[in-house]
């Protein structure tokens, strides 16, 4: 299973909407950027989307409560899986007023913790 496509709207530093395309054929992504320039709240939008299906009537998994501030217009967060490059790939949506079902792939990633890995340490080489 692989996220090909991630589309974050209206979510916590994400006003407006943003895309993502990773349907690029590398095995790993590498997130990095400034303080305040949305890391956090990708690695959020993407745990909360997968959690959202387990635990229902969680007030944290609601999306209402990571909705961005500055704006009104209501959010959502979509993810384009692919079992592999030959499928069709599935779109899922999670917003306010639809809630990703528990489905047993969606159900093992969240409770595995292995869809991220540990952060990474940085040396700091000076000659």
Sequence with gaps: MRITDIEIKNFRAFRGTYHIDLSRSGKNLIIYGENGSGKSSLYLALKLFLESGIDEGN???EFENHQNIFTEDPGH???C???DRRSEP?????SQHTIVKSENKFTLVARSRGWVTQPLRFHHVCK
């Design 81 to 83: 899986l692919r079992a």
């Design 59 to 61: 007030k944290n998994t």
């Design 90 to 94: 599935n779109v899922y949506k999670w």
């Design 77 to 79: 967060i979509k993810l």
